[in-house]
Structure formats: structure tokens, C-alpha cells
């Protein structure tokens, strides 16, 4: 099994900064891809970004505000998210796609989630 668990959301100002964490662990043999979601009240959950060794890719919404990263040891996604807007606020989800063995399928893993909110 993988546990995803993030860190970092909280309430901020129009204009401030957060970094979101996300942290996995358990049995891991290799992650192809990390990505953060969010979902705001209402709304459909939507990529925000995503990156594998090759590539990362940003919902234009974020694009120049939003910068995705990655530490393979450990294995975490950093999302670094300035000049936030109030249309930011969202749940924020971690998501991986992990094999946990060599030569096994990859699977989808979420985290819990992380509120992030935005005031204007």
C-alpha cells in the first residue's frame, strides 16, 4: 500500500503565498507521476499540474503563478503557489501513479486533501 499525506494549505491574502507538501511512503519500487488536483465547492475536480521526469504541465489558470516540484528522496511533490487569487481556494489533492514492484502495473494513490483558502 502508498499513503499520500499532505501538508502546507491554510488561509491567505489575494496576492500571498503557500507551498503544499506531499509526502509518500510505503511500499514503492518507482512514480511515474505526481500531480496536484484541487476542487472547489461545486465544482469538478481539476488538474492543477503535474510532473514526471520527462515533462510538468500547468492548467493555464495557474501558468507564471504556480510552480510545481519534486524530491525523489524522499519521495515528495512540492506545489509553490504565488500571487494566489480568491478563484484559488479549493481542496488540494495529491495524487501519484506507483508501481510497487519492479514489473508491476501502476496505480493511481490520493491524499486526503488540504484546504487552502484565499481572501480578498
Known amino acids: 500500500q502508498v499513503q499520500l499525506v499532505e501538508s502546507g494549505g491554510g488561509l491567505v491574502q489575494a496576492g500571498g503565498s503557500l507551498k503544499l507538501s506531499c509526502a509518500a511512503s510505503g511500499t514503492i519500487f518507482s512514480i511515474n507521476r505526481m500531480a496536484w488536483y484541487r476542487q472547489a465547492p461545486g465544482k469538478q475536480r481539476e488538474l492543477v499540474t503535474a510532473?514526471?521526469?520527462?515533462?510538468?504541465n500547468y492548467a493555464d489558470s495557474v501558468k507564471g503563478r504556480f510552480t510545481i516540484s519534486r524530491d525523489n528522496t524522499p519521495n515528495t511533490v512540492y506545489l509553490q503557489m504565488n500571487s494566489l487569487k480568491p478563484e484559488d481556494t479549493a481542496v488540494y489533492y495529491c495524487?501519484?501513479?506507483?508501481?510497487?514492484?519492479?514489473?508491476?502495473?501502476?496505480?493511481?494513490?490520493w491524499g486526503q486533501g488540504t484546504q487552502v483558502a484565499v481572501s480578498s
Open positions: 510532473i514526471t521526469s520527462r515533462s510538468t
Open positions: 495524487s501519484a501513479t506507483v508501481s510497487s514492484y519492479s514489473g508491476s502495473d501502476y496505480t493511481d494513490y
